[in-house]
């Protein structure tokens, strides 16, 4: 059983760039998740999207944007990058009902921002 | 809103040295309190989710308790393979599934 895979692991860009990074949830999970994880800290939430809807969201800016697909895959976009967007930046999924709320997380993308 | 302190910041035992890592949580009605291990450059992997006071939940050497207002990770007989920062979260009740992090323990085991 496939876990949750992200692509993709590391990514460089320049600041004012714009940047797409991608989700497969694991088998049977619905909802995902995504957070920002600077260096020494613990992830802070973006967003979460379910049924392809953003159904909660996180203290970032509108910058930050995602989309899910029907397959339950999905995408977080961040435009006008900026120095402190560098991060490690984490997918989980999870199921939303059925006592299956506990998140997996996939193994991230290293964003680095120059 | 949701806070998370996790002590110590950083750890270093002997092989063999038991210990504990504290979690202190407020959250106004507790889904879930949720432990992860994670390894530098690598997304947390899960551990425990445990659910209300007195509950305990072990595997291997690692057992977690909770209480109201915090939980605890207490590590038996560590082993090298144990180093890693943990990670603890909490899930409120209120509708919401984030899951709101501590900025974890970093473990360090020496042989």
């Known amino acids: 059983d496939a876990g949750v895979t992200q692509s993709p692991t590391h990514l460089i860009k320049t600041r004012g760039q714009q940047v797409t990074l991608r989700c497969s949830p694991k088998s049977g999970h619905d909802t995902v998740s995504w957070y920002q994880q600077a260096l020494g800290q613990g992830p802070q939430f973006i967003f979460q999207y379910y049924e392809e809807e953003e159904r909660q969201r996180g203290n970032f800016p509108d910058r930050f944007s995602g989309h899910q697909f029907p397959n339950y895959s999905s995408e977080l976009n961040v435009n006008a990058l900026l120095l402190g967007d560098s991060a490690l930046y984490l997918c989980a999924s999870s199921r939303l009902y059925g006592g299956q709320e506990t998140q997996y997380f996939g193994p991230g993308t290293r964003l680095l921002v120059l | 809103e949701d806070q998370v302190t996790q002590s110590p910041e950083a750890l270093r035992l002997q092989e063999g040295e038991s210990s504990s890592l504290n979690c202190s949580y407020t959250v106004s009605g507790l889904r879930g309190l949720f432990w992860y291990r994670q390894d530098p450059g690598k997304g947390p992997e899960f551990l425990f989710t445990l659910y209300s006071a007195g509950e305990e939940k072990e595997k291997e050497r690692l057992k977690a308790t909770l209480t109201k207002k915090e939980s605890f990770l207490h590590i038996t007989a560590p082993k090298p393979e144990d180093s890693a920062t943990y990670l603890c979260?909490?899930?409120?009740?209120?509708?919401?599934?984030?899951?709101?992090f501590g900025t974890g323990t970093r473990l360090t085991i020496i042989p």
């Open positions: 979260a909490v899930q409120a009740l209120r509708g919401n599934e984030k899951l709101t």
